[in-house]
């Protein structure tokens, strides 16, 4: 089997090793799942622990998941957290906030489709007073994990086939 690499995806490739930087940081991968699949992993909160290792638990208040939502989440090291639902393009994007002191952990998750392939990517952006504090302590870690946690999205699409 050949593999052939569209300018689309490096140039993709390429967006998400130029934007790293200790602050903000994503990682993309691929699947030939359909999008519609990652989406209801990704939106169905009380999973994420499965394919998310830094989590022990995950859950919504209350309500469907939507903009405006807020949940609750315990970290595998740290006390529980609430998080918001800022922003949702259905089926193609949403945007959670984390409190921390003096700023947010923003998480931003986007999907898109080309040439048969569906593309997630997942970012994560430390902000406020003592964003560059947060970086250094979580965002090593965050961003070694990344590549895993989208490799078992990954894996979770693909097995529903």
């Known amino acids: 089997m050949k593999v052939f690499i569209t300018i689309f995806q490096l140039s ?17 991968d691929s699947t030939q799942a359909p999008p519609e699949r990652i989406w209801e992993i990704w939106t169905n909160v009380s999973n994420w622990p499965t394919w998310d290792a ?35 393009e259905e089926g193609i994007a949403y945007t959670l906030k984390t409190r921390i002191p003096f700023g947010w952990l923003i998480v931003r998750r986007r999907l898109w489709q080309d040439g048969g392939w569906t593309y997630f990517r997942h ?11 947060f970086a250094r302590k979580f965002g090593p870690r965050y961003r070694e994990m990344l590549p895993s946690v989208l490799q078992k999205i990954k894996m979770l699409a693909e097995i529903e086939d």
């Open 54 to 88: 830094g989590l022990r638990s995950a859950r919504l208040k209350k309500g469907p998941f939507r903009e405006g939502a807020k949940g609750k989440l315990k970290p595998d090291k740290g006390p529980k957290a609430s998080f918001w639902i800022t922003e949702v």
């Open 12 to 28: 993709i490739m390429t967006i998400s090793l130029s934007s790293q930087t200790p602050l903000s940081f994503s990682h993309t």
């Open 123 to 133: 970012e994560v952006e430390f902000t406020g007073w003592l964003k560059k504090t």
